[in-house]
């Protein structure tokens, strides 16, 4: 196995406690980007934070004000991820917090979502690309290890993309995310859409029929009735479990 395959496997065993305990220092964090960061490397999303703050895997570690790491619940059933921090989101260290960030969280409150209690989102990459540019691969490919401890740590039931380079970035993905937003695809076990990003939105004001907002609209109220159907079936399995007990008892 190469080691950038080691780098992408995410369910790989985790790391000893030495490996773990050396890999918690950022001055060992490798700067080589080939060189995996192996799974289970973080016990904590601080761990991560700290050492993306410090991290040069790749050159935006030159230019960054902050590493914007995530925000929402820890243990969110829902994770969404996105392309990379824009000004805002460097300035402040938090993800989708400028225009676009604030139509995202209106969105998910049109549904009854949150990130106190139903989302965690993150970005691909955690450093600002110069003047908002699309990631590169190399870009990516450095900071994924990154993600793949959030989504290990986070352990989401339903992953949503917003924009085509978040779904490529993470899936290898290629169809364009117009021919593929809405659609349920599965992705490590992981039941996954791809959805159209909120700056996408705002360049496209109109609500009527066919048009992003209103394909949005769509999507996320079948992320809902998914969130919905996947606790309906927990909560039975858990009372089935319980009728079982009771009659052995």
Known sequence: MTSSEEQLSLFQ??????????????????TDAKIPIPPGTY???????????????????ETRTHAVVGRGNLQAPIM???????QNEDETGLPFVGKAGQLLDKILASVKLDTDN???????????????RVPTTDEISACKPYLLEQIRLVDPKIILFTGATALKGL???????????????????????PILHPAYLLRNPSRERGSPKWLMWQDIQAVRAKLDEMQH?????????????????
């Not at 969404?80 to 824009?86: D, L």
């Not at 139903?118 to 908002?132: D, G």
């Open 233 to 249: 079936s927990r909560d039975q399995g858990s009372e089935g479990a319980s009728a079982d007990l009771r009659f052995r008892d």
């Open 118 to 132: 139903h989302i965690y989102i993150c970005n691909v990459i955690k450093c600002r690309p110069p003047n908002n």
């Open 80 to 86: 969404i991820i996105g392309e990379a921090p824009g």
């Open 13 to 30: 065993n985790p790391t000893t406690d030495s490996e773990a305990s050396a890999a918690a220092q950022p001055e060992l964090i490798p």
């Open 171 to 193: 899936t290898g993905e290629k169809r364009g995310i117009t021919k593929i937003r809405g659609n349920w695809i599965e992705w490590e076990g992981r039941l996954c859409m």
């Open 43 to 61: 016990s904590a999303m601080t761990e991560i934070a700290q050492h993306c703050n410090v991290c040069h895997r790749c050159g935006l570690g």
